[in-house]
């Protein structure tokens, strides 16, 4: 099955700054990369994702690049706020309807 | 976008009961729906693949006849935790794809807190 990995586990950054969320997966069968955010008790949201036809994207302050010779996909933030700060997990998935294999989560604490 | 709820959100039950949980696509019918186990500051680690109208397809390591997964209509899909243990305490969310015509994001309920004691 499909392996993913997330690193750091943490990240502290001062606002301003940029975070990078690095991950990398298994099986060169899976296509499609979201990023999800979940602040403290709530449910993960979707803040971007990539499919495997595509090598960056972008959406304002964020913006997600994927290598699939390589298998890796990473998360970039630029001009972090405080309310930036919850954990972000990367996933990877094969195909319509397919489950999402998670990687471990990074907590980003963005500091004022 | 699309909502999943998920009830209840917080249950505390005695071991040896057992605790179902609801999930509810509200404005989209969801053929297929995802269970998710999360321990704290961890991952969401996936339990088993909800099949509306057929049996759900459990991970490894899962075990089925204690994680009961029922997908009755194309909006809900119940697990039952069966006679439930302290090390069964977690937080349980559920999700779902809208589309199947192309990959997109999964909604997720808002989670179930159990704690068994």
């Known amino acids: 099955g499909e392996n993913v990995e997330q690193h750091p586990s943490t990240l502290s950054v001062q606002e301003g700054d940029s975070a990078v969320i690095k991950c990398t997966y298994s099986?060169?069968?899976?296509?499609?990369f979201p990023w999800y955010k979940q602040e403290l008790g709530k449910r993960p949201q979707l803040i971007i994702d990539?499919?495997?036809?595509?090598g960056e994207k972008k959406d304002q302050r964020i913006a997600v690049t994927l290598n699939k010779t390589a298998k890796h996909f990473s998360l970039h933030i630029t001009e972090t706020q405080p309310e930036d700060s919850a954990v972000y997990f990367c996933?990877?998935?094969?195909?319509?309807?397919?489950?999402?294999?998670f990687g471990s989560g990074t907590k980003l604490n963005v500091k004022p | 976008g699309a909502v999943v709820s998920q009830h209840p959100s917080r249950v505390i039950c005695k071991s040896g009961t057992s605790v179902k949980i609801e999930c509810r696509s509200l404005d989209f019918q969801a053929t297929t729906m995802f269970w998710y186990r999360q321990f704290p500051k961890q991952s969401l680690m996936l339990m088993a693949t909800?099949?509306?109208?057929?049996?759900?397809?459990?991970e490894q390591g899962v075990e089925k006849d204690k994680f009961l997964i029922n997908h009755a209509s194309l909006t809900l899909s119940t697990l039952t935790v069966t006679s439930a243990h302290p090390e069964d305490s977690s937080f349980y969310i559920c999700s779902a794809r809208l589309r199947p015509q192309a990959n997109t994001e999964a909604f997720f309920g808002q989670g179930t807190r159990l704690t068994v004691v």
């Open positions: 099986d060169s069968a899976s296509n499609y």
């Open positions: 909800s099949n509306e109208g057929s049996k759900a397809t459990y």
């Open positions: 996933a990877a998935s094969q195909g319509n309807f397919n489950k999402f294999y």
């Open positions: 990539i499919r495997s036809n595509v």
